[in-house]
């Protein structure tokens, strides 16, 4: 492992700070709610410091580098058009949506399909959340322990092997090593004190984040300038560095991906419980405006940033696979870690910085992680199948074991399953069981016609083309694009997901259209007014008082 005793010093201490605060907030646990939503009392300013930690996670470095690094440019144009078009306005601006959801005072989305639908569309939508949110969380800890692996230069030699009863024998290396240890981290933070040890960590790591971030920034800037970048681009990549629209030689976007990219930008916010969670422990959904625009924009220069250290990493080191890697694709995971490595090599301390944010990257999104998925098992299959409530030490202990279970199936999976997509193609593909539960929650806030059978008919649609897809990848894509090469044209990932972004909200509206009216839409835009007017009396008063 190459790195200078000072530096792991200095890795080890952060580490030992960041835990004692962490235990030491386990104290202010006395409720559930507490555990899950932190009863509610999230200004904010701490609500913002959270959610820029839980944005600036050690995968979403990973993507931003391996999507600049095979894309140049064009990811960063994506994601101007989704912050102008999309986040800031409808989102940032106005609220649309996101305060709607934090007025149905839920503490975990399929709650607020309990008051929408019925018992069973929330148990069923528990069940397809809890799928899709450890599918698409499992590859973080992979992919972080390959991109760490990558940056300490650990050999991933076998260390030793498991017998199981003499049947067969698995080999454990470095990457199951440093794969345990994340999940680790991230579980005992979890377990400690839920959503209120989350959010005091988190506020401690967002500013750790932030200086390692601009640091290692600086010193790329040092190293590279934006003509060598874009000659770069220009040479290995062409016009598809430049456009999302288009792609060349295998790089690129294009356009189906770009409509699935900013169709998910709306229909993924109401749908991804980590967020929603953060929404939910807010003081008010006016709050949560706020929280929302200001980390979009903290959120969007970070991203652009990630991503020109991938474009740098091809200015350096050209698009060839270099020998010791299994793939192109692995390689592009870690190319980042490749090239700061590269860079810092010499500099006293340097190491050290970058791999406390990277690990505190790690742990700040992957706890929040773990709690919102904890909280969707515990409360939405365990719980909401129950006829009498749990008495609060149980119910915080079922929330405990949820999360420690989940760490446990994803290290199962790790040692199991290595993603053949990019970073990016990977969280779309899983994260169309987020879009169907996006679609079920927007039509449920604005539209009185969708009804429960509407939306089982789109989360059952929505779960049979994940699974079905994963079925015909993992045993017959092999052969059918062999015996039919210009089927690949149609059969792809990027047209399943728009696909399966359409299909489900068609179907979901005639299904409703053909049933009979709902009886339980709220109209939380007029109880939102409602608090609206009640606070602009309130302030009037204390004027006049």
């Not at 102008?84 to 975990?108: D, E, H, M, S």
């Not at 199948?385 to 790790?414: C, M, N, Q, T, Y």
């Not at 079925?471 to 210009?486: C, E």
Request: charged letters at 15%.
């Amino acid at each position: 492992m190459n790195l200078p005793v000072i530096d792991a010093v200095l890795v080890l201490a952060l580490l030992g700070g960041l835990i004692w605060a962490g235990y030491w907030g386990r104290r202010l646990v006395r409720s559930v709610s507490q555990f899950t939503i932190a009863g509610r009392e999230m200004g904010m300013w701490l609500g913002l410091s959270t959610a820029i930690a839980e944005g600036i996670g050690l995968i979403s470095i990973a993507n931003a580098c391996q999507q600049g690094f095979r894309n140049g440019f064009s990811f960063i144009w994506l994601s101007l058009a989704s912050l102008l078009l999309i986040n800031i306005p409808l989102f940032g601006i106005i609220g649309f949506g996101i305060k709607r959801y934090r007025a149905t005072n839920v503490q975990t989305l399929p709650q607020y399909y309990e008051q929408r639908y019925d018992r069973g569309v929330r148990i069923f939508a528990g069940f397809v959340l809890a799928l899709g949110g450890v599918l698409n969380m499992a590859i973080f800890p992979i992919v972080e322990s390959q991109f760490l692996i990558e940056f300490l230069e650990i050999p991933n030699r076998e260390l030793f092997r498991i017998n199981f009863f003499g049947l067969f024998s698995y080999p454990i290396g470095a990457f199951h090593v440093v794969l345990l240890i994340l999940l680790a981290l991230a579980t005992f933070f979890t377990f400690l004190g839920g959503m209120v040890t989350v959010i005091i960590t988190d506020y401690i790591q967002s500013v750790l984040i932030y200086v390692s971030v601009l640091v290692v920034s600086l010193l790329v800037l040092k190293f590279t300038d934006l003509a060598s970048m874009r000659e770069a681009v220009e040479t290995h990549i062409g016009p598809a560095a430049f456009s999302p629209l288009k792609t060349h030689g295998g790089r690129g976007i294009g356009l189906v991906f770009t409509l699935v990219f900013l169709l998910n930008a709306i229909t993924h916010r109401l749908a991804f419980p980590p967020a929603l969670q953060k929404m939910s422990a807010a003081k008010s959904p006016e709050v949560v405006r706020k929280m929302f625009l200001l980390s979009t924009i903290f959120g969007q220069g970070r991203g652009i940033l990630f991503v020109a250290w991938g474009i740098a990493a091809l200015a350096l080191f050209g698009p060839a696979t270099p020998p010791g890697f299994a793939s192109a694709e692995l390689y592009h995971r870690v190319v980042g870690a490749r090239f700061l490595r590269t860079i810092m090599e010499g500099i006293p301390l340097m190491k050290g910085i970058a791999l406390a944010g990277f690990i505190f990257a790690s742990i700040s999104t992957n706890d929040s992680y773990l709690l919102s998925w904890a909280s969707v098992i515990a409360n939405d299959c365990i719980c909401a199948v129950r006829r009498r409530p749990l008495p609060k030490e149980r119910h915080i202990g079922v929330l405990r074991l949820s999360a420690v279970g989940i760490a446990a199936f994803i290290f199962l999976f790790g040692c199991w399953y290595d993603p053949k997509q990019t970073i990016l193609q990977y969280f779309y593909l899983t994260g169309l069981l987020f879009t169907v539960v996006g679609l079920i929650t927007w039509f449920g806030l604005y539209w009185s016609r969708i009804t429960s059978a509407g939306a089982w008919a789109c989360l059952l649609s929505g779960l049979a083309l994940v699974t079905g897809w994963f079925i015909f990848d993992k045993y017959f894509m092999v052969a059918t694009m062999k015996a039919h090469p210009n089927l690949e044209r149609f059969i792809n990932v990027d047209n399943l997901m728009l696909f399966g972004t359409l299909f489900p909200a068609i179907l979901m509206i005639v299904v409703s259209m053909l049933t009979r009216k709902p009886q339980r839409f709220v109209d939380y835009g007029k109880k939102l007014r409602e608090l609206e007017e009640a606070e602009r009396e309130k302030r009037n008063g204390g004027q006049e008082g």
